[in-house]
């Protein structure tokens, strides 16, 4: 029997990416692609036990491959080993089924492939069977013919998608954005099903389609199917196999000529909602609501949480100040702006324009909303009219979701302050893109960011489940409330 010391992980990373899938990410390397927090290389490694990481190989160039065979030629413990070969543009949806294969391979006794033709997963029970095909190997050519790959037992325990083809690569992207968790997200090839326990809020993204006025409906994705249950509501859309902009963005996927297409057909719909005229009074009610009543009300409901409470006194001890004197800092901010919030008209928009509700493919210009922000009549259609720009920009220069991916944490520094760690991107020049088109249309940026802030700080109780989250999300409305006061 091999044991699961002597099986050799080679995670081969060396293929670079089809210009088809090069449309939709910044890399070069299949492993480099990032989903839900982690690059696809980080996400195989974290699900090998720990006993096995000595014996693992992440193949990406020349070198790491000499590194490999010396190793493999030299090490006498590893002479007698099995081999278990996995191509980078292997993916699945359920890596927990992946992970229960690697833990079964101390027991394997048979050479086994993923499928009969072109396998994504290859284990040989002996190495030399690896190094009588090395030159194969070594090319990235096909290690089995035709009449091996037939008498190899076949492993039916998983469902592996091929990130170079464009079909399974769609189907993975969409996948990509956490639901929340008080919310479920299911899939097949035609629908996607979303349900809540939360069953006013279900309800009334259902309505809101059949509510909007008729200009507004082919931006959105129709939901239909709406079903109450005791437990939870749920209602159905067609599946589109476009990634939504948040897998798009933290995947550096956009060039300026491309990101600025797409801000111009966002410009192009925020200019078309339509529009009605408010009363001063009813524009200082609606701008109290949303922009103090409601951070106020999720900043108390996020500090009568115990996870509130941790995060909160973790950032008063290491930085000397808390969510409270922010709330002040924010409030003190938005009054002094005030009159800049006031607003002759109301509009109709999405009310939640964030790169993860927002699908577009960048070839042929397809542009749909999902998740709208919801209404059971149609007075609660109307909306502020910088909220949407508020809530893309908070996607653009608030880094949302880098920050919702664990792309950018709260991380202590050398000075005992947390602080936010950086991801390494290159949209520098497309948020400045955005700055520069918000300006042609008149808008002063800084009430821009001010609702953006607001926004960090009314997620805290939403996000609970993910303290580290919610503490990255309190320092970063600190540096949006701190550029805009100095």
């Known amino acids: 029997m091999v044991n699961d010391h002597n099986c050799i992980i080679i995670y081969d990373d060396r293929e670079i990416l089809n210009s088809d899938i090069k449309a939709y990410v910044g890399t070069e390397h299949y492993g480099d692609i990032v989903y839900r927090g982690h690059s696809l290389s980080q996400k195989f490694q974290s699900i090998i036990p720990s006993v096995n990481l000595q014996n693992f190989y992440h193949l990406k160039d020349d070198a790491s491959l000499l590194l490999l065979k010396s190793d493999l030629s030299t090490n006498a413990n590893r002479l007698n080993a099995s081999v ?4 980078s543009k292997a993916v699945t ?3 927990n089924h992946l992970k229960s294969l690697i833990d079964r391979l101390q027991f394997a006794r048979e050479d086994f492939v993923d499928r009969p033709k072109k396998p994504l997963i290859t284990f040989f029970s002996s190495i030399n069977t690896l190094f009588s095909r ?23 325990s998983i469902n592996l998608l091929d990130l170079s083809k464009i079909n399974d690569f769609l189907s993975f992207a969409r996948t990509s954005s956490q639901s929340r968790h008080f919310n ?6 035609f629908y996607y099903t979303k349900s809540s326990s939360d069953h006013s809020k279900i309800y009334s993204e259902y309505t809101f389609y059949n509510l909007a006025p008729e200009h507004l409906r082919p931006w959105l994705v129709q939901p239909f199917d709406f079903k109450k249950e005791k437990s939870k509501s749920s ?12 897998f798009q963005w933290i995947n550096n996927a956009f060039t300026e000529n491309n990101f600025e297409e797409f801000i111009n057909r966002i410009i192009f719909f925020i200019n078309k909602r339509a529009s009605k005229n408010c009363s001063m009074l009813d524009s200082e009610i609606l701008i109290n609501n949303i922009f103090i009543k409601k951070t106020e009300k999720r900043i108390n409901q996020f500090l009568t949480m115990n996870e509130g409470k941790a995060v909160n006194d973790l950032l008063k001890n290491a930085n ?32 939640d324009l964030c790169f993860s509700n927002i699908l577009y493919e960048k070839n042929i210009f397809l542009l749909k909303f999902i998740d709208p922000r919801g209404a059971e009549t149609e007075n609660q ?7 949407d720009l508020a809530k893309l920009s908070h996607s653009i220069l608030g880094d949302y979701d880098f920050i919702n ?22 949209s520098d020049n497309l948020k400045i893109l955005f700055t520069n088109k918000i300006s042609q249309m008149g808008i002063d940026l800084k009430i821009i960011r001010i609702a953006e802030a607001s926004l960090f700080l009314s997620m805290l109780p939403i996000h609970i489940d993910y303290p580290n989250k919610t503490l990255a999300f309190i320092l970063r409305a600190k540096e949006i409330l701190d550029e805009v006061q100095f």
């Not at 278990?84 to 191509?87: K, M, N, R």
């Not at 005992?416 to 290159?426: A, N």
Request: charged share 25%; hydrophobic share 40%; proline share 2%.
């Open 320 to 351: 000397g100040i808390g969510l409270e004197e922010i709330y002040n800092q924010y409030t003190s901010i938005f009054l002094e702006f005030k009159k800049k919030f006031m607003t002759k008209n109301l509009v109709i928009g999405h009310g």
């Open 184 to 189: 479920n997200l299911g899939f097949d090839n």
């Open 235 to 246: 209602y159905r859309m067609i599946r589109y196999y476009v990634p939504d902009l948040s």
């Open 134 to 156: 090395w030159h194969l190997f070594e090319n990235n050519q096909n290690l089995l013919s035709d009449s091996l790959l037939d008498e190899m037992r076949k492993i039916k």
């Open 93 to 95: 949806d359920e890596f």
């Open 405 to 426: 991916n664990s792309l950018i944490r709260a991380d202590f520094s050398e000075d005992g302050l947390f602080k936010l760690s950086h991801y390494e991107k290159k």
């Open 381 to 387: 259609l109307w909306d502020h009219p910088i909220y």
């Open 84 to 87: 278990f070969i996995i191509l």
